[in-house]
């Protein structure tokens, strides 16, 4: 048990003096969720050019294909497997699937989800809105994520990574649907891990900022120098399986978490002036057509950056 105490900055060391050495994805399997575009494609280009076999899932089985098609054409390995995460008996047949393909997901990136920005002014007939942010971004990775728990348990080894966002730490205004999503999978999973221990299956907790994807269009504006790539999100993602750190975030996200357990009432202050300040977008007010929510079900997410989605 006491190897695990060490792991994240021994990872480093050896990734800091041994560049040539092989990455500790290669050989592996590795599952991909929200696998279609943005990070989730992404990622699961830079975990095949690890060594690693690819599990794409998402519900777009044509764009998987298109992502798959470009893994093997590059020399990797890939197998896509079609769901809706937001369907309970969909993930449970996905898993059946895969650990009949398989025998077990040494690597598992949760990275589907859906992000909504709005007031909640404007939300108050919308339930709906958070019925289905915990439906992708909570009860989707954690139905998933516990199908495939007990073959990793079995096995020894196991490595989960949820993309979550910095809005965890940040409490920004405008997103209480999708923060209070990814702040239930943020906790379920810390705590998951502390049970998982023992068994060297371990979780870490990828709080972004803003990424340039498809997802954030109709939210708002993404013109945004400070943002990522979707290839520089995925690279993260690749340390993080390869390190695996419990949480990964940034310094600014620190200092507002710092900032709310310090000066609550100074916090809530400049964040309400902040929202007074940034207008919801098109799409929230229903002034679009775009649609309402800013994303897909199988298309990844990130997290609120200034407001902007």
Not at 59 to 80: D, F, P, Q, Y
Not at 207 to 228: C, H, K, N, Y
Not at 245 to 256: F, K, Q, R, Y
Request: charged residues 25%; contains cysteine.
């Amino acid at each position: 048990m006491a190897g695990l105490l060490f792991q994240t900055p021994r990872a480093r060391l050896t990734r800091l003096l041994r560049t040539g050495s092989p990455s500790p994805l290669a050989g592996r399997t590795t599952l991909v969720s929200g696998a279609s575009s943005g990070i989730g494609a992404a990622t699961a280009r830079a975990v095949s050019a690890k060594g690693s076999t690819v599990l794409l899932v998402a519900r777009r089985a044509e764009e998987l294909e298109r992502v798959r098609a470009e893994i093997i054409a590059a020399g990797g390995s890939a197998a896509t497997y079609p769901c809706d995460l937001a369907d309970g008996e969909a993930v449970d047949a996905l898993v059946k699937q895969v650990l009949l393909d398989h025998g077990a997901v040494d690597y598992l990136v949760n990275n589907a989800g859906r992000s909504i920005r709005r007031s909640l002014h404007l939300s108050y007939d919308r339930f709906h809105d958070f019925e289905r942010t915990m439906a992708i971004n909570y009860f989707g990775p954690v139905r998933l994520t516990m199908g495939l728990l007990p073959a990793m348990r079995d096995q020894r080894f196991g490595q989960v990574v949820n993309i979550v966002t910095w809005g965890v730490q940040m409490k920004a205004p405008k997103f209480a649907a999708y923060i209070a999503s990814k702040t239930a999978l943020d906790t379920w999973s810390r705590i998951a891990g502390r049970e998982t221990y023992g068994d060297n299956v371990t979780f870490t907790n990828m709080r972004f900022g803003l990424v340039r994807t498809d997802m954030v269009v109709p939210t708002g504006s993404i013109e945004d120098r400070r943002a990522l790539s979707a290839e520089q999100a995925a690279a993260r993602v690749v340390r993080a399986l390869e390190e695996r750190p419990i949480v990964v975030s940034n310094l600014a996200a620190h200092l507002g978490e710092a900032l709310n357990l310090l000066a609550p009432r100074l916090s809530d202050a400049l964040m309400h002036r902040y929202d007074r300040a940034v207008p919801d977008s098109r799409a929230a007010r229903g002034t679009s057509e775009q649609g309402h929510e800013g994303d897909h079900a199988d298309q990844d997410h990130q997290a609120p950056q200034q407001g902007r989605r």
